[in-house]
């Protein structure tokens, strides 16, 4: 009877540790899974909310210019520096030739990125004779005009309080109407480094960063980690470190 008695005990015994192990397991696992969701719902958010923010950085608003790349400013030999600028201002004034004075000629070159000029220079050394021709180029726009026709800044907000002026608005409802103002997807985002100027930025910089940063990361710790697995495996002494 003693002993088996003493059986029962031990199975209610090892009974009650199996239940209780079992319930602890439950809980790891239960434990586990709400981490697993809730790292999930977090990052969704943080997506949703990067996304919801950034998404128009992939739209570029970009302006129709009649650009007349005239023979006097571009001279063949001295084309990679020619003052493109100025063609990009002749091709606005006709454009808006009752604008006469200093500062409204200023506020309505500043409507234009200045990576216009690049792209003239890019279109005359690809193709120099262009030269003496009228050709309509779609050219960036500077990013404050990009801001307002993407609805980030508010038309409704007094001029004192906003970077562009009611003048500058005027001419992009001209615009507008003319059919010269258009959104495209924003290929320099992906292409394009750092930039001084908003509208020319993209994130090819940073990416080239990472990738670099993972190969130097993989080309030191790789070789540290087998060497290290052969050693604790082959010849490192069997202890509490070991």
Excluded: C
């Amino acid at each position: 009877m003693t002993d088996q008695g003493t059986r029962v005990r031990t199975i209610d015994i090892v009974t009650q540790g199996l239940a209780k192990r079992y319930r602890a397991e439950r809980r790891f696992r239960f434990y586990g899974l709400s981490a697993i969701l809730v790292s999930i719902v977090v990052l969704a958010l943080l997506f949703i909310s990067i996304i919801g923010n950034g998404y128009t950085a992939f739209w570029q608003t970009r302006i129709r210019l009649d650009v007349t790349f005239d023979p006097e400013v571009l001279q063949r030999d001295t084309l990679a520096n020619a003052d493109y600028d100025a063609l990009v201002r002749a091709a606005l004034q006709k454009l808006f030739p009752e604008v006469q004075g200093r500062q409204e000629r200023r506020q309505l070159n500043g409507m234009i990125s200045s990576g216009a000029a690049y792209a003239l220079r890019d279109m005359a050394l690809g193709d120099p004779d262009i030269i003496g021709k009228t050709v309509s180029v779609w050219v960036f726009a500077d990013d404050d005009i990009d801001m307002i026709v993407k609805g980030q800044f508010s038309r409704e907000v007094s001029e004192e309080n906003r970077r562009i002026s009611d003048q500058q608005l005027a001419w992009l409802d001209r615009l507008t109407a003319e059919g010269r103002v258009e959104k495209k997807f924003n290929i320099i985002f992906f292409r394009s480094g750092d930039s001084r100027e908003p509208e020319q930025a993209g994130i090819w910089g940073a990416v080239m960063g990472s990738f670099f940063t993972l190969v130097i990361t993989l080309l030191l710790s790789f070789p540290i980690g087998v060497a290290a697995a052969v050693y604790l495996e082959e010849f490192a002494h069997k202890n509490r470190w070991t």
